[in-house]
């Protein structure tokens, strides 16, 4: 069955820096789009990194734009979101998607919690 396994996610000082992983498997990886968002309590889920099948093109919202780097690596089903420069605003529960027509995969998410 399909899997999407989060990994990495933690407390953190303000200026920190994470590294999220996300194990895929039960689907084609590579014709995938992949994407992280979150939700933080009391707000909307929203988009934080999406990278294309091929790895070529990234997008981030300006809220995230560089401090946060998204990549993938299609031998090994995996797709990383490093974050850098962390915030306390960055604090929320952090998921993996994969996105292709027609269909959505989800991940259980992660906890990012920054603070002092």
């Known amino acids: 069955q399909v899997q999407l396994v989060e990994s990495g996610g933690g407390l953190v000082q303000p200026g920190g820096s994470l590294r999220l992983s996300c194990a895929a498997s039960g689907f084609t990886f590579i014709r995938y789009t992949m994407r992280w968002f979150r939700q933080a309590p009391g707000k909307e889920r929203e988009l934080v990194a999406g990278?294309?099948?091929?790895?070529?093109?990234?997008n981030y919202p300006d809220s995230v734009k560089g401090r946060f780097t998204i990549s993938r690596d299609n031998a090994k089903n995996t797709v990383f979101l490093q974050m850098n420069s962390l915030k306390p605003e960055d604090t929320a529960v952090y998921y993996c998607?994969?996105?292709?027509?027609?269909?959505?995969?989800w991940g259980q998410g992660t906890q990012v919690t920054v603070s002092s």
């Open positions: 990278i294309t099948n091929t790895g070529i093109t990234t």
């Open positions: 998607n994969a996105n292709r027509l027609g269909g959505d995969y």
